[in-house]
DNA sequence: CATGAATGAGCGTTCATTCAT
DNA sequence: GATGAATGAACGCTCATTCAT
C-alpha cells in the first residue's frame, strides 16, 4: 500500500452555499461536496481506515466516528468504495493543484524537484492520518483501490520524471542515466522518508528534509 | 511498515526442527515448520494472497490451493493472521540470513550496498507472489505496521545505515549527510524501483538495475 | 389471493368528500381521497408497482413519479402497505360498483354472465399496470391474502353464483351441477385468459374473448 | 402469482446414498441434493414462504425453520432465490413426471384431460404449503421469479392444448373453438378451485371434482 | 401542508473458526 | 493427524418511516 504520503493544502472546493437570494439554491444540493456532513463523513473515514485499514473499518465505525446514522452515509456516498475513492482523489487532486499553482514561478528544474519533495513532506504535518492513508491503503492489492489508485502515482511519477528530462535537456542533470530510474529514486527516497517519520511519530522539518534529500539526489554522498 | 519488496532465498528459519531419530518426537510436532504441508500452505497463502489480497483470500481458497481440507490451516497456524504474519516474517528472515552470510565476504561499503541493492531487487524475479505480497499486504493498516511489520524495516534501515557510517568513517562517503537520511533515501529509492515493477508487471535486470541505483546515490545526477 | 385482473372504470369511491363550500373544511381534510394528490400518488404506485413488484417499489420511486415528496405520501396514507390495499379496494369498489349499475337492465343470466366476462375482461385495455398489479401484488402471501384480498374475490364469485342459480331456477342452465363449481369454473377461465395476456403482454378483443368463453361455459366442447 | 397449484407425487430424486462399497462415495455430496438436510431446508422455505410470502422471509427465517444456523442454507444452495427456484422447479418436474408416466396408459383426450386435472387437483391434499407456495410466488411480479415461473406455466397450457387439439382431429372436441382458449379455460377453472379451497381451508374429493370440471367443459352448463 | 435529510432496523451473504467423525 | 460440514457473528447496503424546517 500507500506510497503517496502528501496531502494537500490548497484548493479547498467548499463552493460556499447559498449564493445570496432565495433561487441560489440550484447547483448545491444539501447532500454535495460542498455540505459540512458530506466533509465530517470523508474526515471520519479517513481517520477510521488509517487507524484499522479499510477492511477491518466497518462503515458502521466510520458513521460513529462522523456522528451519523449507518444509513446517511449513503446518502452522501454510493459506497463504501466510494468513501474512500473521493478521500484520496480529493487528495491527489489537491496535491496537483498545488504544485501546478507553484510551479510556472519556479526558476529551474532543481527548484521544480525540491517543491515537489516539500510540498510531498508537508503532508505528514497537514494531516497525519491522510498521510497513513496514503502510505497504506493506495497499495492495498484490492482490486477496486489498485485501479483507481494506480493512475495517480502514474502521473506523479511521469511529472517528476519532466522536471529531470528537462534538466537533462538543459544541462543541469547528468543525460547518462535514465530519467525513469531517477524519477522513482526521488520518489520512493522522499516517501520513505514519509513513511518512516509517520510510522514512527517522528517529526522533521520538511523544508530543510526536502533540501537534504536534493543534495544526496543531485551531489551523490560520495566523498 | 511495508515496502519491503525483497524475498528470500534460502532455506533457514526450521527453528532447529532436530532431524534425529524416530524417537526424538518430542520436540518435532508433525505440523511444526519443518513439516511439507506446513511449507506447502505457506506457499499457498502467499500465491493467493497475492492474487487476490488478504481479505478477499478465504481460508478455503488457501486451503484448496495447498491441497488440504480448511481445518487442516488451524493445525499448524493458530489463525488466518497467522498464516500471513508467518509469511512474511519468513521471508525477512530469509532476506537477513541471506545478506548476513556473503556480507563478511565482500571489500567494502560500496560493494556491500550494491549487494543488498541487488538482493532486494532480486526478490522480484525469485519469487513474484512473496515481492507482491511484500509491496502490498505488509501495509495492512497503521495498526498492523505499529505492532508488527515495522521492525522488520528498522532492522533493514539499520544494516543499511551502519554500512553507511562506516564508510563515512572509512572517508568513502561524504560526512556532511545524515546517515539516516542517506539510508532511507536508498531503501526508498530501491523499494520503489522494484515496487513500480510488481504494480506495473514489468521486469528489469537486477544487478544493472542496482548499479544505476548505486550510481545515482554516489554520485548525484548533476551535471 | 389474486387471480383478479379486473380493473374498474367508474369514479366512485370518494368517501363522500363532500364537495360543498369552502366552509365546510372540517369534514374535508385536504390529505383525503378527494384530492388530487391523492390520487396521483394511487396512480403512480400503481404504475411503479406493476412495473417493479412490491417489494421492489421504494416508496421514494412512487413519490417521485408522483411529483411529490416521500414525506407527502405519509400525509395520505398510512404506510407503504395501506398505498396498496386502497389501489386494490378502490378497484375492486369501482368494478362492483360498474358491474351493478348496469346489471339490473340487463335481460337474462345469460346476458349477465358475459357482461361481467366482458368487464373483466376489459380491465387489461382500460389500465395495464392495473390489471398487471391485480394478477401479481394481490397475491403477497397466505396471510395477506387471508387478512385482505379474499373478501373481494368471495364477494365476486358470490354474485356470479347467484346468476348461475337464477339460471338454473329459470330452467336456462343445468341444474345438475354445482353453482359453485361453475362460478369458480366461470371466473377462473376468464381470469386466467386475462393473467395470460398480462404476462406475455398479448392483447385480444374483449367483447369477441368474453362471447367465447361464454360459448365454452354454456355449450361444452364435445363434438 | 400462483396460477399452478398441483404438486408432484411421483420421482423421488434422492439418488440413495452410497450404493455400498467404501469408494461409491464419489457422486453423492454431502450438501447434494440427496441429503436429508437438503431437504429439510427445501421444505422449511416452502413451508416460510408459503406463510409469509418469499419477500417477507428472511434466510434466518428459513434457517430457524429447518433447524439450521443462516449460513448453512448457503452450503446447499446458492443464494435464497436459489431455494425458491429449486422448490419450484422439483415441483413442476414432479408433476411432469407423474403425468407423462400414466398419460400413454391413457385411452383418449378425455381421459387424459380428466387425469391432469385430478392430478393438479390432487397437489392440495399432497402437501398444502407446496400448493400456496405455487398459487402466490410463481405469479409474483418479481423479475427473477417470473423468469423462471413461467416456461412452466407454458409448459403445462401446451400439454393441455395439444390433447385439445388431438380431440378436435379425432373429431371428439368441436372445431369451431380456440384450442387456446379452451386450454386456458380449463386450467383456470381447475386453478381457481384449487385456489379457492387452499385459501377457504376447504378440501374436496379431487377425483370427483375433476370429473365435475370436465362435465362442465364437455357439456357446458346449457339445460 | 409539504419537504427531504436523517434514521436505524433489517436484509442477504460471507467466511474464520470449531469439532465430531 | 486430517477432514469438511456446520456455525453465527459481522459485513455492506436498502428503505419505510419520522420530523425539524
Known amino acids: 500500500m500507500g506510497r503517496i504520503g502528501w496531502v494537500g493544502l490548497g484548493a479547498c472546493l467548499k463552493r460556499k452555499a447559498d449564493i445570496g437570494g ?30 484499522n485499514g479499510y477492511f477491518s473499518s466497518p462503515v458502521s465505525a466510520i458513521a460513529a466516528r462522523a456522528g451519523v446514522a449507518d444509513g446517511t452515509i449513503y446518502l452522501y456516498f454510493k459506497s463504501k468504495d466510494d468513501v474512500l475513492r473521493t478521500a484520496i482523489d480529493t487528495t491527489f487532486d489537491r496535491f496537483y493543484k498545488q504544485v501546478a499553482e507553484r510551479f510556472e514561478t519556479l526558476d529551474g528544474p532543481r527548484e521544480q524537484l525540491e517543491y515537489i519533495a516539500q510540498v510531498h513532506l ?11 492513508l496514503m502510505q497504506t491503503e493506495v497499495r492495498q492489492s484490492a482490486k477496486f483501490i489498485a485501479e483507481f489508485s494506480h493512475h495517480h502515482l502514474v502521473k506523479y511519477i511521469q511529472v517528476v520524471r519532466e522536471v ?19 524519477a522513482h529514486c526521488m520518489f520512493g527516497a522522499i516517501d520513505e ?17 526536502a533540501a537534504q534529500v536534493l543534495d544526496v539526489l543531485l551531489n551523490g554522498i560520495k566523498a
Not at 193 to 209: C, E, I, M, N, Q
Open 122 to 132: 508537508e503532508s505528514h504535518a497537514v494531516n497525519r492520518s491522510m498521510a497513513i
Open 22 to 51: 432565495e433561487v441560489a439554491k440550484v447547483g448545491v444540493p444539501a447532500t454535495g461536496p460542498g455540505s459540512e456532513k458530506y466533509q465530517r463523513i470523508l474526515d471520519a473515514a479517513v481517520e477510521v481506515i488509517a487507524e
Open 164 to 182: 529531470i528530462r528537462r534538466g537533462q535537456k538543459e544541462g543541469i542533470f547528468r543525460a547518462d542515466v535514465s530519467d525513469g530510474v531517477v
Open 193 to 209: 522518508l514519509l513513511s518512516s517519520a509517520v510510522f514512527t511519530g517522528r517529526t522533521y522539518d520538511a523544508k530543510a528534509t
